[in-house]
C-alpha cells in the first residue's frame, strides 16, 4: 500500500494497462441463461449466430468458461490513443458535500465518442475486419454507440450504417454530424429503409422510436447486405467482457494506491458500464475474496431491474433477434419521449440479470429531474458536464456521499462516470426552463408491454 | 535523457506540474509596446485601468521585467481537477502520412470549456474574487472563452456576464446553454443593452457582431455596474502569463523524455495559446540557448501578421479601451461571416507582435476548407474532433510533416491542439455539405479597414 497522498487523478502508465479482458461469466456459478433460437426455444449454436455476427465475436459471446480474453494488440494501440482514462478523486465535490466519504470516479468521457462504447466498438470494428467483411450495421440511442462505432470503423475502414432512435436523432442534430466526419451513415429509425421499420410505422405512426426497434431494423439490414454483420453496443456478453476493461484499470489504480471501495456505483441501461466497471471487483466477490456493495442505477422511466420481470424475451421489437432470460419490460415497451438521453432499453445484460437475481448487487430507480440536479451540480464543482446517463451514478453516490455524512462513515465510492453531456444540451436547456418532466410508467402501462412475453418452458 | 519507449500520452505527474508561471517579457531585449491612454496618448498607469481591470492583474499586466509568478494554490489545485493535459505523440498520424517526422501536440480539449481558455479564466476569477468583487463581464466568440470563465466564476461563486458575437451566438446554440449550466448570463453582441451597442446596431443593422464590438459592449457594462471588472481572454500580457502553463507542461515533459521540438506552431488569433505555447521554447531562444522555428497560423479571412500593419490601434471597435502596439487590421475589421470559430480578433498580441517584428518567428495564412480538410483527416486519425481554430495548426503540422516526406528528414514537430469542435457542427456540416467558402478580404477592404487607425507621434 503506497503511503502518498492520493492525485486528484490517476492515470496508468502504459506499460500498467490490461493486457487482456476479464470474462466474468468464468466466476459465476449461476451462468447466465443461454440466447434461445425464437422458433426452436433450443440455445443459439455458433452456426445459427453466424448470419448477424462476427465469428470471433459469436467465440466470446458463447463461452462462460474462459476467464481472459488477450486483447490484439492493434487494439491495444487504439486504447493508447484515448485510455488509460483517469481515475479522479472527487476531492471538490466531497468539500462541497462536507462529507467524509472518499469518492472516485472512473471518467471515460475523455475521447469524441463521449463515452465508454469506444472500448468495444473497436474490438467489434477489428474482428469484422479480420473476418474480411465490408462492413457493420447497428442501432444507437443516445447517439454515443453509434458514434463510438464511426469512429472505430474508420480506423479499419470498414462501412458503417447507424439506425437512430428517432426521438435522440431529432434531439440531437450534431451527433449525426459527428458520426458524417467519421463516415457513417446515419438514418433515423423507425425508417421506411427495412421491412420491420415500415411495420412499425404502419402500427404506429408517430412513434418516437425506441432502441429495440432500431436493433430491429440493423440487424435486418445486416442480413440482407452482403459482407456485412450486426454490432451491438450494449447487452451482450462480448460487450461486458471488452467493457471490463473500465473495471480492470480502475482496480490496478486503486490497488497501486492501496485503495479499498465500499460502494460501486453504476447506472445501467443494457449493463455495458456498469458489467464492465464491476467486473474485477465482482470477480472476488464471487470466489469470497471480498465483499462489495454494487449498485444499478436506472432511470424510474425505464425500470428494467426494479419493475421488470426475470424471463425470457425479445431482444428487439421486430422480434428477429434470439430470446435472452432478463429482467425486462417487454420488448415492446418505449420510455416516454420526455425521457432524455440513453438507458432506453426494454431488457438487461443477461449477466447482470442474473447477478442480480442471485442477490449479488441492488439496483435503484431515479427520476429524472433528480438526475439532472445532480448533472448541474457535479458540473458546477468538478468541472465536468456530464452526460445525463452518467448522471444516473452521480445521483446516487451524492446521495450515499451524504447518508456518510449523516452517519459519519467515511466510506469509499466508486462510480462510473461514462461520458459526457455536450450533445445534450436540448435535455439540459428543458432542465433549466423547467419543462423537464418526470413521467413514470403505471403499472397498468408495464403489464400491458409484458403481454407479448415468449412463453417458454 | 530517457531511453524508455515514448508513450502515445504523456502525463506529467501532479508534483511535476509548474508551480509559477513564466513571464516571456522578463527575456525580451525589446519589450513590447505600453497600452496608451488613449486621449493623452501616454501609457497607461495602473490606476487608469483600475475601473477596467482587476488590481492584482494589472499589476501582471504591466510588469515586463519578473520572469516568473507564483500560481496561487486555489489556482493550483483548480488545475489539477483537468490538468496536467497530455502532450501527444501522434504515431497513428505520423503511420497515417508516412512521414520521418516526429510528430508531438499539447491536447488542452479535456475539460468541459473544450479549450485551453480555462488556464487564464480560473486566474482572472481567482483575482477577482480575492479583490471582492460581486462578478465579470467579457465577450466571447467562439464560446470558448465565455464557458470557460462562466466555470471559473461558478467555481468561485462570482457573477459571470457574457457578450457573445452574434453569429457564433447563431451558429452554436448549445454553448450558451453550456455556460447556463454554469450560472453566467449571455448576450448576443450587438445587443441593445449598452450605448456603444446601439450605435453599432444603429449603423450597421444587418451586423453579425466581431470581437471588437462584444469587447466594447463587456467594457462598458463592467464600468457601469458596481463591483464588476472587465476580463479578457486572449491578447493582453497577463493572459499570456497564465497561459505559459501550456508550454511550460510541454517543456517539463519533453525535458523528461529529453525530446527536442525543431518546429512548434500554434493557431493565432489573439495570441493566447501562441504565446502559451511558445513561452518557455522562446524564452530559451531570446537567452541564445536554443533555436526553434515559430510558425503561427492564423486564418486567411483575419490575417492580423500577415496582411496587417505593426502599429498602435484600438482594442475594440467601439474605442473605449486603451491603445495597444500589435499588427493590427484596423479594429473596424469585421471577418466575413462565412468565417468559422474563433481567431476573429482584428489584432494580436503586441508581445508576439513584437517577436513577430523582430523575426523571432514566422507567421503563415491559410484557408477555411484546407483547415476542415485537416481536421476531418485528423479526426479520423487520432480520434479527436478539433476545433477549427486548433485545425489552424493541424493544417500547417501536417503540411510540414509532408515536407519531411520530401526531404526525407526527421525533424520534430509540436504543435497546440487548442480543444475539440464537440460546438461547431454547424462549420463541420457546411464543410461535408460543400458551401463552405474560402472568402479572403481584397486590399481595398484591408486598406479600407484600416482607415480608422489612430495617430500617434
New interface residues.
Partial sequence: MSTEKI???I?L??QEMPKAWYNLRADMKNKPAPLLNPGTHQPMKAEELAGVFCDELIRQELDDTTAYFDIPEDIR??Y???RPSPLVRA??LEEKLGTPAKIYYKFEG???S?SHKLNSAIAQAYYAKKQGLKGVTTETGAGQWGTALS?AC??FGLDCKVYMVKCSYEQK??RR??M????ASVTPSPSMETEVGRKILAEHPGTTGSLGCAISEAVEKALHSEGYRYVLGSVLNQVLLHQSVIGLESKIAMDKYGIKPDIIIGCAGGGSNLGGLIAPFMGEQLRGEADYRFIAVEPASCPSFTRGVFAYDFCDTGMVCPLAKMYTLGSGFIPSANHAGGLRYHGMSSVLSQLYADGQMEAVSVKQTEVFEAA?YF???????PAPESSHAIRVAIDEALRCKETGEGKTILFGLTG?G??D??A??KF?DGVMSDYIPTDEELEKARIGLPKID
Fill in positions: 492525485p486528484y487523478k492515470y502508465e502504459e494501440n487504439f493508447k490513443m484515448y476531492y471538490c475523455n475521447n469524441t463521449g469512429m474508420s480506423y442534430p450534431f454530424e459527428v458524417r466526419t467519421y463516415g448541474e458540473a458546477r464543482v468538478e468541472g465536468i458536464l459526457t455536450y450533445f444540451m436540448v439540459y436547456e433549466h
